[in-house]
């Protein structure tokens, strides 16, 4: 098998792994419990968001550990409105379900939603954006690496416009943290799994006098803002994924550089790229070609492990909002693949998987001649 699906998850590293494996023997103590044992496993948790701190690099602000980075972004939204007199949300059309559902959620509650509408190449358009936020704005919700397409949006700049007005910047920043800067956002969700961590385990940085209203109540265990009891080994796993996507970052973004180059040149002709070449994550290649079955190339090719778009989104049957947002037709949708890669992906297996996928696409394409 070879996996080309690192949008969905990632691999865990074997230092992860390493580091949780006591957490889930022997050290298995509450860290909410005053005993020794839960004084060490509450210590190892503080250790652990010290080291996701670092990884995030902003001031005055606090990380709530969560069960992902769903959980994070719904708290986020919902709490910040609660705490808000204004009822208007900005956000963008290729957001996750999470950010989506919740404004729509929102919507129908009697709040005003707007969905900012993105360019071929998958950016906001800034000016658009200047108008849309506005003095009546609580929140501005936009995700920084997008997940089916990699393409970087200018959160920076919309945290600005935010600012401006006096509104809360929330960055999704799942599929960013730990490969690109993060902005000046005054919320920033995340998630272990696609960091090469756990799943069942993420968080929102939250920065002082921006934080949400509690949606999860029954002990407060998290600084008040947030109840139930945690993992030591998740929030462990998390921390020492953040440790080591720190101090690898430099050597992950020249591999990942490097595969990308490989992967479109490997593919050939024929493909288009979905989505700008510039402002991208280049370890996510979402491309089609005309004509082709993108769901029956995925079953064909059972021993690669790619996809076709989101996994939250996968099995609905429905084309790709995501593509649909960049102007594509359905049918232009339904002839997309995503390839995710990383860290653990190697160029040679690369190459065959690029190699195997275009002649299964020419293939699928000489039968319908």
């Known amino acids: 098998m070879i996996y080309l699906d690192y949008q969905a998850t990632t691999p865990v590293a074997p230092e992860v792994v390493a580091a949780m494996r006591p957490w889930i023997e022997e050290k298995f103590a509450n860290p909410h419990s005053p005993s020794r044992w839960g004084a060490e496993a509450a210590a190892a948790v503080e250790h652990a968001r010290d080291q996701i701190l670092t990884e995030i690099a902003l001031d005055e602000g606090r990380f709530v550990f969560t069960s992902g980075a769903t959980e994070a972004l719904n708290w986020a939204i919902k709490g910040t409105i609660e705490r808000s007199e204004r009822r208007k949300i900005v956000t963008i059309a290729t957001e996750h379900a999470a950010v989506l559902d919740s404004c729509e959620w929102l919507e129908g509650r009697g709040f005003q939603v707007v969905r900012l509408g993105v360019s071929a190449d998958g950016l906001v358009d800034l000016g658009e954006a200047a108008e849309a936020i506005d003095a009546k704005t609580a929140l501005v919700a936009a995700m920084l690496v997008n997940n089916e397409i990699g393409t970087v949006q200018p959160v920076a700049a919309l945290a600005e416009l935010a600012h401006a007005v006096g509104a809360v910047m929330l960055c999704d920043a799942v599929q960013g943290y730990g490969r690109v800067d993060l902005p000046p956002a005054d919320l920033i969700a995340i998630s272990g799994h696609k960091v090469h961590g756990p799943k069942g385990v993420g968080g929102l940085w939250i920065r002082k006098g921006h934080e949400p209203a509690a949606l999860m109540h029954g002990g407060g265990q998290e600084a008040g803002l947030r109840s139930g009891t945690l993992s030591p080994a998740l929030c462990v796993g998390l921390g020492t994924a953040a440790r080591i996507a720190n101090e690898r970052r430099a050597r992950d973004t020249a591999h990942v550089e490097r595969l990308f180059e490989v992967a479109l040149a490997t593919l050939g002709e024929g493909w288009v790229l979905n989505g700008g070449i510039e402002a991208r994550y280049r370890g996510n290649i979402n491309i089609r070609r005309e004509g082709l079955d993108a769901a029956r190339l995925v079953g064909e090719l059972r021993n690669l492990a790619f996809s076709l778009g989101s996994a939250c989104a996968s099995g609905s049957g429905r084309p790709s ?48 001649a």
Do not use: K
Request: aromatic share 4%.
């Open 321 to 368: 909002h995501v593509l649909r947002a960049l102007g594509l037709t359905d049918r232009q949708a339904r002839s997309s693949i995503r390839l995710g890669f990383g860290r653990m992906t190697g160029e040679a297996e690369l190459v065959s998987a690029c190699r195997t996928i275009a002649q299964t696409a020419d293939a699928q394409a000489s039968f319908a």
